[in-house]
């Protein structure tokens, strides 16, 4: 019972990162109806921007308090990766709104395999590994929770209600929902379309800069190619979640953290991968829509 | 408003200006971090960080040069052009064609037919090693390769991401059976054609019902399933260390390439001993099998199956109203779609004489897909040009050993490869989303054959 809570405090979050990765497909995926392949390595650049503050920040302030280190690792991150996806989107993918359907797709994946390959070329192959931020590990009975879990679970906790604010409740909000069902309608009404679509791509980038980080802390090692297995897995869960839907992408990555962790701690480590894919794979064969989605009408 | 367009004028290039300060900016906080910045471990394993601020600089200025460019200079002369052409009233698709267009096909297979022979010629035979390996047979697998995916998505428009499954599939049931049993190349060539069919089918079954975004990605987990099961499954396929010392193609059983044997090609005609034999060998079968897949995507796309791909892909709904069986109009294209792969896939591990679950990567799906859409989905020519741009390119990138000169002896231009890839699929696409080849001759027409825009048509070849 204990390894079982335990696998299931991991699963949760792993969980918690893939959910916040996958916001960000779901927002892109629902408001133009793409899939941003780059969006995995967004969350790659994420990380790697969180890293290279951490460095420049503890060789200067050696002193400098942890909180305020996180703080700014997360708040750099987040400016940096929105901006990132702010340019791909104006340079990649808005010259081909209205093309046919597969030229976003292609320049998606071409600049997935950009950027992944432009931070090998810079920042070297290697893996690069930080010492340990958070250390403090609290013992329950028998089930062991560091502070680093707990820091994750409640800051993607307190960023998915933020989000869900202002999706629905603000002005930027309703002009995301309005785009999302009609964008000729909502541009008719005075939406700025552009705009409202430039802010979800920001917004998108800088929740997955958040999971970026918060990955670097969980396992103290960045690499070039981080993007994409995590990439798919987030995929995975808004698809499992029901694509277009915000709460749903979390609980999809929560679902699919947690099936990662049980899996690998019941049968076998090796196969892990391969029960997410065949998760994804039977959820789109079985129920497209996912847990949460609406359906899709077919129209003529 | 037309005076404004013109270059030089203050407008324009005020407008410019502003832009192209604005992209410098922007570039500068871009890679402040990621280029201004460099992470290297020192002697102690530990990660530190220098500042690059020259290579900064460079990026910035190419930014804000490029983006001033294009604002003040690029673009006005392609309104202007677009202007022109619209006056003139000259239709895009003229009817005019030089001779060399007329008559490209021959000429292309005229060269490929002489082209290991011309390579012998000039370079000799040390050198041909490179040309005919390296750049012949390489593009060659590509083309294969990307006409195969093009009966998937070019006629059928069933978006897969997975297709290197099926190169797999082909590439480990030559190596498996040949290694296990021992069985011929010229016995398993079709045999793993037939798996991979099988393959195909067995994952097209469950996607039927699915269509575009969502069938790219299933067929994309499906894609690294089967590399992740070849990763695992160690009694079988030994893991990542791959397979090794699969067993060379001979000459249809008569003359064997495999040094010592008494039926030695080298030494029945009396050569000297030199690999370029096999290679050039390996050259033609692989022209062989590409010329197989063009004749077949020919001749089906003239029959009902090929006719009923694309309807298929212009319309599923009516094409269901009309009586067509997608359920097999699917499963045929996705099979035979695969067929080509595992073609493909098995004449690849005889070359490399080795095979790892390394190379069949979702990159290498992504690269074919690539291929397939920027030669223009559909159009056979097309493919095989984008094929020989950028397979070719990015081998020529190997081969640029005078860049080390101009950049420093640390220079590895292989380290470029496919962050150039990329770069030229994402630009390709922007200036020609229609691919190469942006005109479609209809199979089915009504009195005479008119080339169409391709943007007439809805995802390929009309």
């Known amino acids: 019972m204990e390894y079982f809570i335990q696998q299931l405090i991991n699963g949760l979050t792993l969980g918690s990162i893939y959910g916040l990765v996958a916001i960000g497909y779901t927002m892109v995926y629902g408001i133009i109806g793409m899939i941003n392949f780059a969006h995995g390595d967004i969350f790659m650049l994420g990380g790697f921007a969180a890293l290279i503050v951490f460095l420049i920040l503890t060789s200067f302030f050696a002193g400098i308090p942890v909180a305020l280190l996180l703080l700014l690792m997360l708040v750099v991150g987040m400016l940096m990766t929105g901006l990132w996806n702010w340019t791909i989107e104006r340079v990649a993918y808005r010259p081909l709104r209205g093309s046919f359907r597969l030229a976003p797709l292609i320049t998606a994946i071409g600049m997935s395999i950009v950027l992944s390959n432009f931070i090998q070329v810079t920042q070297g192959p290697r893996n690069k590994p930080i010492p340990p931020l958070v250390t403090d590990v609290f013992q329950i009975g028998g089930i062991t929770i560091s502070l680093k879990q707990i820091l994750i679970v409640i800051i993607t906790a307190v960023l998915l209600f933020a989000f869900w604010y202002i999706v629905n409740k603000t002005p930027l909000g309703r002009a995301q929902r309005a785009t999302e069902q009609d964008r000729k309608m909502a541009a008719l009404l005075g939406v700025d379309v552009d705009r409202t679509i430039s802010i979800t791509f920001i917004m998108g980038a800088a929740l997955a800069a958040v999971a970026g980080a918060m990955y670097l802390m969980y396992y103290g090692v960045a690499s070039f190619n981080d993007g994409f297995i995590p990439g798919v897995k987030a995929f995975t869960a808004a698809v499992l979640g029901g694509i277009g839907s915000l709460p749903g992408a979390v609980l999809g990555g929560l679902l699919i953290g947690l099936i990662e962790s049980l899996w690998s701690a019941y049968f076998s480590i090796a196969y892990k991968d391969v029960a997410t894919f065949a998760i994804l794979a039977f959820v789109l064969i079985f129920k497209p829509t996912g847990i949460l989605g609406r359906p899709e009408v077919e129209k003529v | ?462």
């Not at chain 2, 370029?276 to 089906?300: D, E, G, H």
């Not at chain 2, 397939?372 to 020529?396: C, Q």
């Open chain 2, 1 to 462: 408003m037309t005076a404004s367009t013109e270059t030089g004028h203050p407008n324009v290039l005020a407008k410019a200006v502003r832009e192209g300060v604005f992209a410098g900016v922007v570039a500068f906080l871009m890679f402040l971090l990621f280029v201004g910045i460099e992470t290297y471990q020192d002697i102690n394993n530990a990660l530190v960080w220098r500042t690059r601020w020259g290579l900064l600089a460079i990026f910035v200025l190419v930014a804000a040069v490029s983006r001033f460019l294009s604002v003040g200079f690029i673009k006005p002369h392609i309104d202007r052009r677009k202007l022109a052409k619209a006056k003139s009233g000259v239709l895009e698709i003229s009817e005019q064609k030089s001779f060399f267009h007329r008559h490209f096909l021959k000429i292309a297979l005229v060269f490929l037919l002489v082209y290991p022979f011309l390579s012998l010629l000039i370079v000799g035979k040390q050198g041909s090693l490179k040309y005919v390996d390296n750049f012949g047979i390489q593009i060659l697998i590509y083309v294969m390769l990307a006409w195969g995916l093009n009966i998937v998505v070019g006629l059928a428009g069933l978006l897969d991401l997975g297709y290197v499954a099926f190169y797999a599939v082909g590439a480990y049931s030559y190596a498996l059976l040949s290694s296990y049993f021992g069985f011929s190349f010229w016995l398993l060539l079709p045999m793993s054609g037939i798996l991979a069919a099988l393959w195909g089918i067995i994952l097209g079954f469950p996607v039927l019902r699915l269509r575009g975004d969502y069938l790219a990605i299933v067929t994309l987990a499906f894609g690294e399933i089967i590399r992740l099961v070849l990763i695992n499954w160690t009694d079988v396929t030994k893991g990542t260390f791959g397979i090794s010392g699969i067993a060379k193609a001979s000459f249809f059983g008569i003359w064997s390439f495999d040094a010592g044997t008494t039926n030695n090609f080298v030494k029945a005609w009396g050569l000297s001993a030199s690999s370029v034999y096999y290679k050039v060998f390996l050259f033609y079968v692989i022209l062989a099998l590409c010329m197989l897949t063009a004749y077949v995507t020919i001749r089906l796309r003239r029959m009902p199956i090929g006719r009923a791909w694309e309807a298929l892909r212009e319309d599923e709904i009516a094409c269901r109203s009309l009586g067509i069986n997608t359920v097999t109009t699917k499963l045929t294209a996705f099979a035979t779609g695969a067929m080509f792969g595992g073609f493909a896939g098995s004449f690849f591990a005889t070359r490399q004489g080795f095979v790892s679950p390394e190379s069949f990567v979702f990159l290498e799906s992504a690269v074919i897909l690539a291929i397939v859409v920027l030669g223009g989905m559909g159009s056979l020519t097309g493919i095989a040009i984008a094929a020989v741009v950028m397979v070719g390119g990015t081998e020529v990138l190997r081969e640029m050993s005078f860049l080390k000169v101009v950049f420093g002896p640390d220079f590895t231009p292989e380290l470029y490869r496919m962050l150039l890839f990329g770069l030229a699929m994402i630009i390709v696409m922007l200036f020609k989303p229609r691919g190469f080849v942006g005109s479609r001759e209809p199979t089915a027409f009504l009195k005479e054959r008119r080339a169409v825009s391709g943007s007439f048509t809805k995802e390929g070849h009309g």
